[in-house]
């Protein structure tokens, strides 16, 4: 008797009623640059190579070039006060109350307010409907493989962020890859 049909006939069935499931993906940053190159050169940057390089960089030393990365945000602790004398027993049992809210309103703080999202670290409170919706799409849509919407959702935010002529402090940094020689990051890459 040959199970072989059957086996196959079962797997064929499983693969048919298996939901399509849109998973993560790690770029290779070869990869990564091949995609951004023109994007960039459509944006007339004057050594778009140079600029892909720091970018490239940056996110490989933020994200791993995982288009999963979720970076929560926290809000920096509120700023201490010595907790007031009090003279009597019934102030001081009103302080202990309002020591209690004023503790889990700061529990409330601990949690973040902003998240970033995906490869390129959007954040949350701003591009996605989480927030105030910039790209009109669910923050899950910045964390799968598909990385179209995720350039799109950036390109968004950097016009908003040229239009605002906000100096904000969630803007990446690329300190860490301005020492980067550009010729040698993508020197394996083919552009």
């Known amino acids: 008797m040959n199970s072989l049909p059957v086996i196959a006939s079962a797997m064929l069935v499983l693969l048919t009623i298996t939901p399509y499931t849109t998973e993560a993906k790690v770029f290779e940053k070869c ?20 600029l892909i390089s ?15 990365a979720v970076t929560p945000v ?22 202990d109350k309002r020591s209690r809210s004023s503790s889990s309103s700061s529990e409330k703080r601990d949690q973040p307010e902003n998240t970033l999202l995906g490869l390129f670290q959007l954040p949350s409170k701003i591009v996605c409907k ?19 919407d995720d350039i799109d ?5 950097l016009q908003l962020k040229e239009e605002s002529d ?16 550009v010729t040698s990051y993508l020197s394996d890459c083919q552009l």
């Open 54 to 68: 720091k970018v490239i960089c940056h996110f490989n030393s933020t994200t791993g070039l995982n288009s999963s």
């Open 31 to 50: 990869e990564l640059a091949t995609i951004l190159l023109p994007i960039v050169r459509d944006l007339n940057y004057t050594n778009p190579v140079e």
């Open 130 to 148: 989480d927030g105030k919706d910039l790209c009109h799409l669910e923050c899950s849509k910045l964390t799968d493989d598909d990385i179209t």
């Open 74 to 95: 926290q809000r920096p602790p509120p700023p201490t006060t010595p907790p007031r004398r009090t003279k009597t027993t019934r102030r001081f049992r009103h302080h």
């Open 153 to 157: 959702c950036g390109k968004a935010l």
């Open 166 to 181: 906000d100096n904000d402090d969630d803007q990446p940094s690329f300190f860490e890859c301005f020492d980067t020689n």
